[in-house]
């Protein structure tokens, strides 16, 4: 076993797009991208998430904090400053942070009564 910390300080997702609608009560039932953030190290992180689309400027930086030796789930919905980020457009986001963190991006579609529930690994950079 090594004491090396575990995962990356970049991390890139390129198939982001927001449902718009859900088919049961909110919140539980919202449609929505979340970022799933693993701090396995011994300090605070801060992770600086920046937001690209295929017909603007990218929007960013949205900074999230994730505690030492902590996971951390952050609705893409409720990221609201400096800009929420809008439903049913593609984006792609770019996770960097000054200490190693794993990042998925887990999807629930909940448009139909069959749920859809999917995990993105993204691309460690």
Do not use: K
């Amino acid at each position: 076993m090594t004491n090396s910390p575990i995962g990356h300080r970049r991390w890139a997702f390129t198939a982001g797009n927001i449902p718009a609608r859900g088919s049961g009560p909110e919140p539980e039932f919202t449609s929505r991208d979340e970022l799933c953030i693993l701090n396995a190290g011994s300090a605070d992180a801060c992770a600086a998430v920046t937001v690209y689309f295929a017909d603007r400027d990218p929007v960013g930086v949205y900074r999230i904090m994730v505690p030492a030796a902590r996971v951390r789930h952050v609705r893409i919905n409720d990221l609201i400053e400096p800009e929420a980020v809008p439903l049913t457009v593609p984006y792609a986001m770019v996770v960097t942070c000054g200490a190693p963190i794993v990042v998925q991006v887990r999807r629930l579609d909940t448009r139909q009564s069959a749920l859809a529930l999917t995990v993105d690994s993204g691309m460690p950079g």
